[in-house]
């Protein structure tokens, strides 16, 4: 204990350092004794106190039985031991009260999360027809598994909190920023479905303690790579001439002028082509074969006349996509080199060309589409349903891509020129 004279502001104080009484102030209003005080006037004044402190202790001393001093001297040397010198068992109850008894469930955090994590799957197949999780839900189960068999009320715990988000920045050091945002935005959710009022699961009254750790800087996407309208035609004009080599005239038409992913081709027959009547021709985009959105689409094309045109310049009596998944579930070798020919070919890009040039062809199609529907008459739900996406990824991606609204006609104006050789007969 330490008894100073604060000169420059006329009071003395004292210090307990780590042995601070565990009684209420005398003169505190019901609280506690603290580490410091400092508002007295002399050191007489000073004394008394201290007396009234001591007389409180030894009172303190004299109602508590043999049993209860040794409890209490563990817990205090517990504290010591784990480096909390300076926390009294009145800091520890008064953390405790906050953060524990504020809950409003009994259940543990492995309890809490696979009831979100059933939630979430209603809320996916609601919104996509698919009960599937993204791995980034499940990705997070590593940062919070070391507290599944404790109370849910853990995760309003500051220390808590900090030690996750540390377990994050530090498991995804070598990820992308992007990465590392997702998982921190799936916690951040999964802590906030607990506080919302129909599930009560965690306490309102407590912010979400990860709000404040979880910033991360990510770089500015760059806006993705679109067709000019004149790179579009040569490209379809070369799928069409390559179409007995590389079979890729299909993809090309489904890829630009219906905005759909390679992977969503693998399922699609002609069957799921419907021409026959000339009022309302549309395309099926199976529900088994729409990657992450399990929605099937029906792709509306009696607007897009064109877009008929180039179908009708197809070989029918072939698949309309000859290629399928390797054995590690990625799309064989095979398609990516007979791509790289048709691109090669419209001079889009060469042969030899580095592996990072060909990856911006792989959505180049899909960008197009989405790039021009958007500079057309096209409200943004119409065009985010047409490529089964949602109405937030599209105006994030394509809202300044510098396309105009003329380009967008002369892009799907594009017809298919006559070619020399003959015609493939159309099967209706």
């Known amino acids: 204990m330490k008894i100073t004279n604060l000169k420059n502001r006329g009071v003395w104080q004292v210090d307990f350092g780590t042995k601070v009484p565990q009684v209420k102030d005398p003169d505190g209003n019901g609280k506690m004794v603290g580490r410091r005080t400092s508002r007295f006037k002399t050191e007489d004044e000073l004394e008394d106190w201290l007396a009234k402190v001591r007389l409180a202790e030894k009172n303190q001393a004299l109602s508590m039985s043999n049993a209860d001093k040794m409890v209490f001297q563990q817990a205090t040397d517990k504290l010591k031991e784990a480096g909390f010198d300076g926390v009294s068992l009145n800091d520890v109850v008064d953390y405790y009260l906050k953060y524990n008894t504020s809950t409003k469930s009994d259940k543990t955090v492995g309890e809490c999360y696979e009831l979100w994590l059933e939630s979430y799957s209603k809320k996916q197949k609601a919104n996509t027809r698919s009960g599937s999780t993204g791995s980034d839900v499940k990705r997070i189960v590593r940062f919070i598994k070391p507290y599944f068999d404790q109370n849910v009320s853990v995760l309003d715990m500051p220390e808590v909190c900090e030690s996750i988000a540390s377990h994050v920045r530090t498991d995804l050091e070598d990820k992308k920023p992007t990465t590392v945002r997702n998982a921190f935005t799936k916690l951040k959710q999964f ?25 991360v800087e990510v770089p500015v996407r760059k806006a993705p790579h679109f067709l000019a309208p004149h790179e579009a035609r040569e490209l379809m004009h070369t799928a069409l001439l390559t179409d007995e080599r590389c079979n890729l005239l299909p993809f090309f038409i489904f890829h630009c002028f219906l905005g759909c992913r390679p992977s969503e081709l693998l399922g699609v027959s002609w069957k799921d082509v419907k021409l026959e009547d000339a009022n309302e021709p549309f395309v099926l985009i199976p529900e088994r074969v729409t990657g992450k959105n399990k929605r099937p689409r029906k792709v509306k094309l009696d607007k897009f006349p064109a877009i008929v045109q180039w179908l009708k310049m197809c070989d029918w009596s072939k698949p309309l996509f000859p290629f399928k998944l390797d054995s590690e579930g990625k799309m064989e070798r095979k398609f990516y080199e007979k791509r790289r020919i048709v691109l090669a070919e419209a001079v889009l ?21 989405a790039t021009y529907l958007y500079q057309g008459d096209w409200d943004a739900k119409t065009i985010a349903d047409r490529l089964g996406n949602t109405e937030k990824v599209l105006l994030g991606h394509y809202l300044n891509m510098g396309a105009t609204e003329s380009e967008s006609k002369e892009f799907f104006s594009i017809v298919p020129e006559k070619a020399e050789r003959k015609l493939v007969q159309f099967v209706g």
């Open 191 to 215: 802590i906030n479905w607990m506080k919302r009022k129909d599930v009560k699961l965690l306490t309102s009254e407590i912010t979400n303690q990860l709000d404040d750790l979880s910033e």
């Open 349 to 369: 890009l060469p042969l030899d060309a580095p592996e990072e040039e060909s990856d911006k062809f792989d959505d180049i199609g899909r960008h197009t589409c």
